[in-house]
């Protein structure tokens, strides 16, 4: 059974689609939940799920070293064989890459490698892109780079705002993300091209 610790910074939606999926015949099963900011919502989450929890706060740290380095020493306790960053708004260093390579995955909301970074509902709009979506992929030293192992897409409506684009697009990010982390569990890292054929998520209009 795989031990899957999962790293948060706010609502941890991701984690809790991850954490629900993990049951029964899955290969892994959650260990511990971490997040850099105190007030995260998705710690109570993770607590009403029966997960651990940890806070490392890295305003509490001088540097970003200071900081991973108190991250890696948290995570090492719970001895996982995945780290899955679900909402985790830190830029690592590569020393933290290096130490967890081979077992860290990121979910990106955008079609990478179109917009890496922030904004990027936004930027896809603003592009006049007929179709959005996230990726899974490993993460690497370069931010939101690494091997791609999922996709999923959805349309853009001609008057998305952004809002509505984020709420579509984190509806898939929900099932996109437990599809990958089964197979990356089970050892394939081929990459997954997860269709959308949910019209109530295609025809999202408002962010329930
Ligand atoms: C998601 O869109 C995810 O892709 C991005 O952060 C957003 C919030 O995720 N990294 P969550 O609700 O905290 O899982």
């Given at each position: 059974m795989k031990r899957i610790a999962i790293l948060i910074s706010g609502g941890g939606s991701n984690m809790v689609a991850l954490a629900r999926d993990?049951?029964?015949?899955?290969?892994a099963r959650p260990v511990l939940v971490i997040s850099?900011?105190?007030?995260?919502?998705g710690l109570t989450k993770a607590q009403d799920l029966g997960i651990d929890t940890d806070v490392v706060n890295h305003?509490?740290?001088?540097d970003r070293t200071s900081f991973e380095t108190a991250l890696t020493e948290r995570l090492e306790q719970a001895a996982p064989d995945i780290i899955c960053h679900a909402g985790f708004m830190r830029i690592l260093t590569p020393a933290y890459v290096d130490h967890w390579t081979g077992r860290l995955l990121n979910i990106h909301p955008?079609?990478?490698?179109?917009?890496?970074?922030?904004n990027t509902h936004a930027r896809a709009l603003d592009a006049g892109d007929t179709k959005a979506g996230c990726t899974v992929h490993e993460v690497t030293a370069?931010?939101?780079?690494?091997?791609?192992l999922g996709q999923a897409s959805v349309p853009i409506h001609p008057d998305d705002t952004p809002k509505e684009l984020a709420a579509r697009v984190l509806k898939v990010e929900h099932k996109l993300y437990p599809a990958v982390l089964r197979r990356f569990a089970l050892g394939d890292r081929s990459t997954l091209h997860l269709p959308v054929r949910d019209e109530t998520i295609i025809n999202a209009r408002i962010s329930d």
């Open positions: 993990m049951v029964g015949d899955h290969p850099n900011t105190p007030d995260a919502g305003r509490e740290f001088a955008s079609l990478l490698p179109k917009y890496p970074g922030l370069e931010l939101d780079a690494g091997p791609i």
